[in-house]
T-cell receptor, first 117, second 113 residues
Framework: GAVVSQHPSWVICKSGTSVKIECRSLDFQATTMFWYRQFPKQSLMLMATSNEGSKATYEQGVEKDKFLINHASLTLSTLTVTSAHPEDSSFYIC?????????????FGPGTRLTVT | GDSVTQMEGPVTLSEEAFLTINCTYTATGYPSLFWYVQYPGEGLQLLLKATKADDKGSNKGFEATYRKETTSFHLEKGSVQVSDSAVYFCALRAPQGAQKLVFGQGTRLTINP
């Protein structure tokens, strides 16, 4: 159980275009989802935390107008990279957890590799 | 702020060798500590965890003990297998109810037959 999927697994887009990445919890309701960015040979950097039905909370230094996060349902969150540039090329990972007054573990998706040309 | 430091990789060992991956942390209070593993092409999976001092987490032959006095959570395995080849991440979660995880930089482990 506790499976999280991401789509697409990889995407190539042209500079200046926008790309949407989906994160789904397949067998549980995720009240909280997280979006991370992972650079080659480096750690995961938390970009933002989103709770279902409310605005995402962005980490310091992350441009919220560039990385739009929507957590519209208990099983789906999306990350849209707007006006993408080559420096946005990276591996984006989401995770999801469910809460009901307790803190549950985060379950991670397999990641999406974005290449901006 | 909170931070996690892992031993730098890559680490290459022969099958059946003893493994230690060092992890130390800086945090206020008593965070929960985790080891995650990322196999090639897959997402991070929770390997083991410990939520208070002197707790030992264990799974699949891996162990790590929460050492408050040395602020460490070193990962060990007595006899590694080729299938253990992966990237290992140490992480902490602050004790105040937040779900945010802070990760170390990851250690790539390669086991040769």
């Amino acid at each position: 159980g506790a499976v999280v999927s991401q789509h697409p697994s990889w995407v190539i887009c042209k500079s200046g275009t926008s790309v949407k990445i989906e994160c789904r919890s397949l067998d549980f309701q995720a009240t909280t989802m997280f979006w991370y960015r992972q650079f080659p040979k480096q750690s995961l950097m938390l970009m933002a935390t989103s709770n279902e039905g409310s605005k995402a909370t962005y980490e310091q230094g992350v441009e919220k107008d560039k990385f739009l996060i929507n957590h519209a349902s208990l099983t789906l969150s999306t990350l849209t990279v707007t006006s993408a540039h080559p420096e946005d090329s990276s591996f984006y990972i989401c995770s999801a957890s469910g809460t009901s007054g307790r803190v549950y573990e985060q379950y991670f998706g397999p990641g999406t590799r974005l290449t901006v040309t | 702020g909170d931070s996690v430091t892992q031993m730098e990789g890559p680490v290459t060992l022969s099958e059946e060798a003893f493994l230690t991956i060092n992890c130390t942390y800086t945090a206020t209070g008593y965070p929960s500590l985790f080891w995650y593993v990322q196999y090639p092409g897959e997402g991070l999976q929770l390997l083991l965890k410990a939520t208070k001092a002197d707790d030992k987490g264990s799974n699949k032959g891996f162990e790590a003990t929460y050492r408050k006095e040395t602020t460490s959570f070193h990962l060990e395995k007595g006899s590694v297998q080729v299938s253990d080849s992966a990237v290992y991440f140490c992480a902490l979660r602050a004790p105040q109810g937040a779900q945010k995880l802070v990760f170390g930089q990851g250690t790539r482990l390669t086991i040769n037959p």
